[in-house]
Structures are given as C-alpha cells and as structure tokens.
C-alpha cells in the first residue's frame, strides 16, 4: 500500500512516499481503507524529534483517520466491512495514519456522521476529544460558567469554543483580529486579539482556562480565573504555572494528553448530527504532499484543520 514515512526524524521535507505491506487486522480489530487524514501538532512534533509514542521500522504517522471498513478480524461485532468510520486509534503509539489502510481496534473508531465528508470527519477526532475531554471530563464545565480558550481559531480551540457553547458556558477566545469574525460564527460571546491586548489584564472571573498555547500562558492566565477555578494545559507539561502559586490562589491546574475513547466519539458525533458542532478545514492536500501540510501547520497560522486526501 502507499504511505508517507518520514526516511529521518526532523526537517518536514524528510516526509517521502514509500511502499509498505498492507496491515492486516488482529482480534477485535478492523481494516479501514484510509479516504482521509488529519494532521496533528503531534505530527509535526514527532516528525522533527521522534521523541513521541513508539514506531515501527518504517515509521508511519498521523492519528486521525476516516474511511471505510475492508475487513473485520475475529471477535468483532461493532462493524461490518462497507461501514463508514472514523476514529483516533491507538495514540500515542503508532497508528499509520498516513497510509492506503490502518488495522486498529474496533472500539478505537465510531460510525462517521452521515452528515460529513470523510475529509471534514478525519478532521474532528483528536483535536474534538482533546477539547471535550479537556473541558468537560477534565476541568468539569458546567451550563453558566465562563471559560477561556486560548488559540480560539486554531484545531482545537475552534471545536472547544463550540463544545463550551454546547454546554451552556459563556465563551473568551483568544485569536488575532482577523480570526474575529470566524469565532463570532462558531458562538464565541467574547474576543481578545492578543497582539494588542495583554488577556492577563482584560479578563476576570473565569472558571475554566483552555491553553492550548503553553509556555508562559499558564503562569499569566493564573489571575483571570476564580478560587476553585480550572487551568487545563495542552501542549505540554512544560507550560504549567507554579504549583505553590496556583495552590495560593485556589486554582487546579494540570495537564491533560487526549486519549483514544469510542464514547467520546460517540459524543461528538451526536452534537455534529445536532448541528451544534462544525469542523473547519484550512487546507486539503493529497497524501503524498504531507511534507508540505507539515511546514504550513508549524507556521501556527491555520484556520481550522489541516487534511491529507488519501482515497
């Protein structure tokens, strides 16, 4: 089957097509025939330092994936081959994502909403899970409550603004000015352009802090939140604020890594089915030019997500 690998860890350019066996499924697994997938921040990071999951000898990455079942292994009741599905399989171990076929366990994947291209659902899984899970397993949101969601327009922070507002919240984004309109679109009820606007002074009484930004934005977005409020930080557990700090101030703060979770899915499908949630998509590109979706998403300037077109 056709796959991108990267031949070295590092630069974007070291992405090259190659020829791999095609995988078959195990127990309880399935064989999805890749029509589309994602392109993560946890891609591009892997790619340049290979520090990330465990690989296999022609390391294949990418997680997000949507597409349609070609064969299930034994034991599995779930599915039936011609079922669309899309799914965020065995993270943070290698999925192979970038690939014709990914074998994974069936409860790894959830029927895709009819409603979506296999492109636009190949968009949604990890970065819709790491929302909810962030915001309403992790830090708890509750109807009426006030979160900020730092990098508001980006993959994630774009579904968390939506998800908030699925749940009753009131809703701060972070983004530049230009982001503005598209946030106000998706139900944003407030707006902060942080190159001309320092958040740390302009926002007060805040329940649940979203970073999805890291390094020094833990440390400043201490003050906005109220005693018992949450600070939930994605990126890494390097961009968390003292401890003692936060401890004076009443504050949890934590870092969350998302987690594969068929419910979850499941969750996110019915608010997509509901037209409570919509994923955007900046740019598609064919599986082959990974490389090039690779250098355009480390630019931190996308609109949404990123997509290789693989079927």
Do not use: C
């Not at 340049?48 to 034994?74: N, Q, R």
């Not at 998800?163 to 701060?172: E, F, L, S």
């Not at 003292?242 to 890594?257: C, K, N, S, Y």
């Not at 998302?258 to 994923?279: F, N, S, T, W, Y």
């Amino acid at each position: 089957m056709r796959a991108v690998s990267p031949r070295a860890w590092g630069a974007p350019e070291n992405l090259v097509p190659v020829e791999v066996d095609r995988p078959e499924p195990g127990l309880t697994e399935i064989l999805v025939r890749v029509h589309a997938a994602g392109v993560n921040p946890v891609d591009w990071k892997t790619r340049a330092e290979g520090a990330f999951g465990t690989w296999g000898d022609t390391p294949i990455l990418g997680y997000d994936v949507s597409g349609v079942v070609e064969k299930v292994g034994p034991g599995v009741t779930l599915y039936r081959p011609g079922d669309a599905v899309f799914g965020m399989p065995r993270f943070p171990e290698q999925a192979g994502g970038y690939a014709e076929f990914v074998a994974a366990p069936a409860r790894r994947f959830a029927p895709k909403p009819a409603g979506l291209s296999h492109v636009e659902a190949a968009a949604l899984p990890l970065a819709a899970l790491t929302a909810w899970q962030g915001l309403i397993e992790t830090a708890g949101l509750r109807a009426g409550q006030r979160v900020l969601i730092h990098a508001a327009a980006g993959g994630v922070g774009h579904l968390a603004v939506q998800i908030a507002k699925a749940h009753g919240a009131y809703v701060i984004g972070t983004a530049r000015a230009d982001k503005h309109d598209f946030l106000r679109s998706l139900g944003a009820d407030e707006l902060i352009d942080y190159t001309a606007t320092d958040f740390s002074e302009a926002v007060r009484d805040v329940d649940v802090v979203l970073d999805g930004v890291g390094g020094a934005y833990g440390d400043r977005s201490l003050p906005v939140l109220r005693r018992g409020g949450h600070l939930v930080t994605l990126p890494d557990p390097g961009g968390l604020p003292d401890p003692q700090r936060a401890a004076e101030l009443g504050v949890h703060a934590g870092w969350t890594i998302v987690e594969p979770d068929r419910l979850g899915l499941l969750e996110i499908a019915r608010l997509v089915d509901e037209g409570k949630l919509r994923v955007e998509v900046d740019t598609v590109l064919p599986l082959e030019e990974a490389a090039k979706a690779h250098a355009y998403g480390e630019q931190g300037r996308t609109q949404g997500k990123i997509v290789l077109k693989v079927a």
